[in-house]
Nanobody, 120 residues
Framework: QVQLVESGGGLVQTGGSLRLSCVAS????????MGWFRQAPGKGREFVAR?????????YADSAVKARFTISRDNAKNTVYLQMNSLKPEDTAIYYC????????????WGQGTQVTVSS
């Protein structure tokens, strides 16, 4: 089992920044690729970003997200981050981190989520 706990969400104005953190426990953190997802009110959960086990490979939902968000990880701290800049009201959502074993595309473990609200 892997336990994931997100933090860093909150209320921010348009154009502001937030850094989300997700701390993992229970298994060897570096065995897992990590992802960030979000779910806006009334919408389904969507992929935001993913980072490989070593941190050497990252991917993003699209170029617009890649231009404003940065995913990173610190394996010594068992933590994955999502730096979000130039936030927009449409970024308002609950943000979840998730863990995928190795190179699997399936995420086996999920955190409880952290709320991000961007005011206009």
């Amino acid at each position: 089992q892997v336990q994931l706990v997100e933090s860093g969400g909150g209320l921010v104005q348009t154009g502001g920044s937030l850094r989300l953190s997700c701390v993992a426990s229970g298994r060897t953190f570096s065995d897992y690729a990590m992802g960030w997802f979000r779910q806006a009110p009334g919408k389904g959960r969507e992929f935001v970003a993913r980072i490989s086990r070593s941190g050497g490979v990252t991917s993003y939902a699209d170029s617009a997200v890649k231009a404003r968000f940065t995913i990173s990880r610190d394996n010594a701290k068992n933590t994955v981050y999502l730096q979000m800049n130039s936030l927009k009201p449409e970024d308002t959502a609950i943000y979840y981190c998730a863990a995928a074993r190795g190179t699997s595309a399936t995420y086996d473990y999920w955190g409880q989520g952290t709320q991000v609200t961007v005011s206009s």
